[in-house]
T-cell receptor
Framework: AQSVSQHNHHVILSEAASLELGCNYS??????LFWYVQYPGQHLQLLLK??????LVKGIKGFEAEFIKSKFSFNLRKPSVQWSDTAEYFC???????????FGRGTSLIVHP | SQTIHQWPATLVQPVGSPLSLECTVE??????LYWYRQAAGRGLQLLFY??????ISSEVPQNLSASRPQDRQFILSSKKLLLSDSGFYLC????????????FGPGTRLTVL
């Protein structure tokens, strides 16, 4: 069975700092990749996704992620974080056309103003 | 537009009591439906999913059960709650054949005392 690893469980940054959250998965075939975000008191929602094409995908609020197939990675980046980016971030993978995603354990991001 | 409702938002129940959490989806038909439990630092644990009325797949053996009596209704139940059932329960859906992005409900915070 596939697994998804998020290496950073808790990240604390100051505003304007750069962000990179790691996500690695274990599946050798075709994958669909997602980052979801859960802001305090809000629904879990899609941040960005990769299905095919350009491996650098851009999402809402200035976030982007790069799919590196050789490294089985889909890291999330933002060049300059804001206080409003404080949230929990989840990486998820659908492998082989399955409708059952596998989620990482999540990363709690706190941005200090 | 599609929306997903969950109720109740919060629930406090004694050990040994029954449970019924309801999830309904509006604005779509024949969705895949999912129940997750979210625990701090442990990500999202898939409990049940359903591809159609009366079709339930269980991912984890436990004290819970699920039912799908109507196309857009998904119910999570227990006959006798345990302390370990406490947690945050999320309902989600995917439009079958419409991609793999999941849409999540607001969740139910269950505390078993």
């Amino acid at each position: 069975a596939q697994s998804v690893s998020q290496h950073n469980h808790h990240v604390i940054l100051s505003e304007a700092a750069s962000l990179e959250l790691g996500c690695n998965y274990s599946y050798g075939g075709t994958v669909n990749l997602f980052w979801y975000v859960q802001y305090p008191g809000q629904h879990l929602q899609l941040l960005l996704k990769y299905f095919s094409g350009d491996p650098l995908v851009k999402g809402i609020k200035g976030f982007e992620a790069e799919f590196i197939k050789s490294k089985f990675s889909f890291n999330l980046r933002k060049p300059s974080v804001q206080w409003s980016d404080t949230a929990e971030y989840f990486c998820a993978v659908n492998a082989g056309g399955s409708y059952i995603p596998t989620f990482g354990r999540g990363t709690s991001l706190i941005v200090h103003p | 537009s599609q929306t997903i409702h969950q109720w109740p938002a919060t629930l406090v129940q004694p050990v040994g009591s029954p449970l019924s959490l309801e999830c309904t989806v509006e604005g779509t038909s024949n969705p895949n439906l999912y129940w997750y439990r979210q625990a701090a630092g442990r990500g999202l644990q898939l409990l049940f999913y359903s591809v159609g009325i009366g079709q339930i797949s269980s991912e984890v053996p436990q004290n819970l059960s699920a039912s799908r009596p109507q196309d857009r209704q998904f119910i999570l139940s227990s006959k006798k709650l345990l302390l370990s059932d406490s947690g945050f329960y999320l309902c989600a859906w995917i439009v079958a054949g419409g991609g793999y992005t999941q849409y999540f409900g607001p969740g139910t915070r269950l505390t078993v005392l």
